[in-house]
Nanobody, 123 residues
């Protein structure tokens, strides 16, 4: 099992910055963690991808955050981070950490989600 603990959300003014962190713990091999990432969900909307990063460091960003957000990970710490800059009111949402874990016996990937952290950007 994988447990995810997020931190770093809060209230910030438009144009400000925040850094989210997510640490994975539990009974797993660090090398079994595949893609890690961040998703967000605003009130009344579906959860959407913000950014993902593979174990090798390849990244993918939503168009709405390109150039403003940077995702990174520390494989030794089983952690993923999201540096958010030039924040806008439309970035307001609950941000969820995501981790994929490879199950080698079946070559399938199990999905794990954090509890979510609120990010509020005031205008």
């Amino acid at each position: 099992q994988v447990q995810l603990v997020e931190s770093g959300g809060g209230l910030v003014q438009s144009g400000g910055s925040l850094r989210l962190a997510c640490a994975a713990s539990g009974t797993f091999s660090s090398t079994s963690l595949t893609t890690m990432g961040w998703y967000r969900q605003a009130p009344g909307l579906q959860r959407e991808l913000v950014a993902t990063i593979t174990r090798g460091g390849s990244t993918n960003y939503a168009d709405s955050v390109k150039g403003r957000f940077t995702i990174s990970r520390d494989n030794a710490k089983n952690s993923v981070y999201l540096q958010m800059s030039s924040l806008k009111p439309e970035d307001t949402a609950v941000y969820y950490c995501y981790v994929g874990r490879l199950v080698r016996s079946s070559m399938s990937v199990n999905d794990y989600w954090g509890q979510g952290t609120q990010v509020t950007v005031s205008s």
